[in-house]
Protein backbone atom coordinates (compact mmCIF):
# COMPACT_ATOMS: atom_id res chain seq x y z
CA UNK A 1 0.00 0.00 0.00
CA UNK A 2 1.66 3.48 -1.17
CA UNK A 3 0.00 6.42 0.42
CA UNK A 4 -0.28 9.93 -0.51
CA UNK A 5 2.57 11.12 1.51
CA UNK A 6 4.65 8.21 0.24
CA UNK A 7 4.27 9.56 -3.38
CA UNK A 8 4.48 12.91 -2.58
CA UNK A 9 7.87 12.55 -0.59
CA UNK A 10 8.89 10.36 -3.37
CA UNK A 11 8.23 13.21 -5.58
CA UNK A 12 10.11 15.61 -3.48
CA UNK A 13 12.73 13.45 -3.63
CA UNK A 14 12.58 13.16 -7.65
CA UNK A 15 12.74 16.94 -7.53
CA UNK A 16 15.30 17.69 -4.99
CA UNK A 17 17.32 15.05 -6.99
CA UNK A 18 17.01 16.73 -10.21
CA UNK A 19 17.37 20.51 -8.56
CA UNK A 20 20.61 18.90 -7.54
CA UNK A 21 22.06 17.30 -10.71
CA UNK A 22 20.82 20.94 -12.55
CA UNK A 23 23.26 22.74 -10.16
CA UNK A 24 25.60 20.31 -10.64
CA UNK A 25 24.93 20.97 -14.26
CA UNK A 26 25.79 24.24 -14.00
CA UNK A 27 28.56 24.25 -11.75
CA UNK A 28 30.28 22.01 -14.09
CA UNK A 29 29.38 24.79 -16.80
CA UNK A 30 31.21 27.35 -15.32
CA UNK A 31 34.18 24.96 -14.75
CA UNK A 32 34.59 24.45 -17.98
CA UNK A 33 34.39 28.03 -18.92
CA UNK A 34 36.82 28.95 -16.00
CA UNK A 35 38.59 26.43 -17.92
CA UNK A 36 38.50 27.72 -21.11
CA UNK A 37 39.62 31.01 -20.01
CA UNK A 38 42.89 29.31 -18.02
CA UNK A 39 43.37 27.76 -21.37
CA UNK A 40 43.07 31.10 -22.92
CA UNK A 41 45.54 32.64 -20.80
CA UNK A 42 47.89 29.49 -21.03
CA UNK A 43 47.93 29.85 -24.74
CA UNK A 44 48.34 33.75 -25.11
CA UNK A 45 51.49 33.13 -22.09
CA UNK A 46 52.86 30.55 -24.44
CA UNK A 47 52.80 32.32 -27.80
CA UNK A 48 54.36 35.66 -25.85
CA UNK A 49 57.23 33.16 -24.56
CA UNK A 50 57.78 31.70 -28.22
CA UNK A 51 57.83 35.15 -29.95
CA UNK A 52 60.38 36.08 -26.88
CA UNK A 53 62.10 32.96 -27.65
CA UNK A 54 62.63 33.63 -31.16
CA UNK A 55 63.31 37.32 -30.54
CA UNK A 56 64.79 38.74 -27.58
CA UNK A 57 66.56 36.20 -25.83
CA UNK A 58 69.87 37.14 -26.66
CA UNK A 59 69.21 40.75 -25.41
CA UNK A 60 67.06 39.18 -22.39
CA UNK A 61 70.49 37.14 -21.66
CA UNK A 62 72.62 39.97 -21.41
CA UNK A 63 70.04 41.82 -18.80
CA UNK A 64 69.79 39.05 -16.91
CA UNK A 65 73.45 38.37 -16.56
CA UNK A 66 73.68 42.12 -15.80
CA UNK A 67 71.05 41.97 -13.18
CA UNK A 68 72.34 38.72 -11.66
CA UNK A 69 75.56 40.44 -11.29
CA UNK A 70 73.79 43.11 -9.64
CA UNK A 71 72.18 41.27 -7.36
CA UNK A 72 75.25 39.32 -6.04
CA UNK A 73 76.80 43.23 -5.71
CA UNK A 74 74.04 43.81 -3.50
CA UNK A 75 73.76 40.66 -1.89
CA UNK A 76 78.00 41.18 -0.75
CA UNK A 77 76.54 45.15 0.30
CA UNK A 78 74.22 43.49 2.22
CA UNK A 79 75.92 40.94 3.84
CA UNK A 80 78.87 44.23 4.47
CA UNK A 81 76.60 46.62 5.90
CA UNK A 82 75.05 43.82 8.38
CA UNK A 83 77.98 42.57 9.79
CA UNK A 84 79.16 46.23 10.15
CA UNK A 85 75.98 46.93 11.56
CA UNK A 86 76.10 43.89 14.07
CA UNK A 87 79.15 44.63 14.89
CA UNK A 88 78.15 48.57 15.74
CA UNK A 89 74.87 46.69 18.04
CA UNK A 90 77.16 44.68 19.93
CA UNK A 91 79.99 47.57 20.79
CA UNK A 92 76.42 50.06 21.50
CA UNK A 93 75.08 46.77 23.98
CA UNK A 94 78.28 46.81 25.75
CA UNK A 95 78.48 50.79 26.00
CA UNK A 96 75.25 50.81 27.28
CA UNK A 97 75.73 47.43 29.56
CA UNK A 98 78.80 49.87 31.15
CA UNK A 99 77.20 53.07 31.39
CA UNK A 100 74.28 50.92 32.88
CA UNK A 101 76.57 49.32 35.26
CA UNK A 102 78.34 53.01 36.41
CA UNK A 103 75.05 54.52 36.53
CA UNK A 104 73.69 51.43 39.32
CA UNK A 105 76.97 51.75 41.17
CA UNK A 106 76.82 55.65 40.99
CA UNK A 107 73.26 55.91 42.52
CA UNK A 108 74.28 52.85 44.65
CA UNK A 109 76.62 55.53 46.36
CA UNK A 110 74.52 58.31 46.38
CA UNK A 111 71.20 56.71 47.70
CA UNK A 112 72.11 57.07 51.27
CA UNK A 113 73.23 60.48 50.67
CA UNK A 114 69.93 61.31 48.76
CA UNK A 115 67.70 59.85 51.56
CA UNK A 116 69.41 61.97 54.48
CA UNK A 117 68.78 65.06 52.88
CA UNK A 118 65.36 64.18 52.92
CA UNK A 119 65.21 63.51 56.84
CA UNK A 120 64.86 66.19 59.35
CA UNK A 121 67.62 67.12 61.69
CA UNK A 122 67.39 65.20 64.77
CA UNK A 123 67.33 61.96 62.11
CA UNK A 124 70.47 63.21 60.70
CA UNK A 125 72.24 64.02 63.76
CA UNK A 126 71.29 60.48 65.15
CA UNK A 127 72.27 58.93 61.62
CA UNK A 128 75.60 61.50 62.22
CA UNK A 129 75.86 60.00 65.93
CA UNK A 130 75.46 56.36 64.50
CA UNK A 131 78.39 56.63 62.50
CA UNK A 132 80.33 58.06 65.34
CA UNK A 133 79.36 55.29 67.22
CA UNK A 134 80.16 52.81 64.48
CA UNK A 135 83.63 54.15 64.57
CA UNK A 136 84.22 54.04 68.12
CA UNK A 137 82.76 50.43 68.40
CA UNK A 138 85.14 49.42 65.63
CA UNK A 139 87.90 51.87 67.84
CA UNK A 140 87.24 49.63 71.11
CA UNK A 141 86.66 46.24 69.04
CA UNK A 142 90.26 46.51 68.11
CA UNK A 143 91.24 47.98 71.90
CA UNK A 144 89.59 45.04 72.87
CA UNK A 145 91.13 42.54 70.24
CA UNK A 146 94.86 44.11 71.37
CA UNK A 147 94.03 43.55 75.15
CA UNK A 148 93.34 40.14 74.60
CA UNK A 149 96.44 39.85 72.99
CA UNK A 150 98.20 41.70 75.79
CA UNK A 151 96.47 39.59 78.16
CA UNK A 152 97.15 35.58 76.36
CA UNK A 153 100.78 37.18 76.07
CA UNK A 154 100.66 37.69 79.97
CA UNK A 155 99.24 34.61 80.44
CA UNK A 156 101.90 32.38 78.64
CA UNK A 157 104.58 34.65 80.25
CA UNK A 158 102.87 33.49 83.83
CA UNK A 159 102.47 30.35 82.81
CA UNK A 160 106.33 29.70 81.53
CA UNK A 161 107.13 31.80 84.93
CA UNK A 162 105.45 29.23 86.95
CA UNK A 163 106.12 26.82 85.42
CA UNK A 164 110.13 27.67 86.25
CA UNK A 165 109.42 28.18 89.55
CA UNK A 166 108.08 24.75 89.92
CA UNK A 167 110.68 23.65 88.22
CA UNK A 168 112.96 26.05 90.72
CA UNK A 169 111.15 24.59 93.37
CA UNK A 170 111.78 20.92 92.28
CA UNK A 171 115.38 21.53 91.91
CA UNK A 172 115.69 22.74 95.30
CA UNK A 173 113.23 19.77 96.99
CA UNK A 174 116.13 17.44 95.42
CA UNK A 175 118.80 19.51 96.50
Given at each position: ???????????????????????????????????????????????????????????????????????????????????????????????????????????????????????????????KENE????????????????KASI?????????????????KLQN???
Amino acid sequence: VVTREDVEESLKGMWQYVKDKEQHLKDLHSQIEETEQRLSVKQSERDYWLEYRNVGIKAQADRIMDLENDIKEVKDNFHRATEYYRNTLEAVKEENDRLIESHVKLSKEQAPENAVRYLSKSSRREIKENEWLKEEVKMYRKEVSDLKASIQLLEEENVNLVAELIDGKLQNLTV
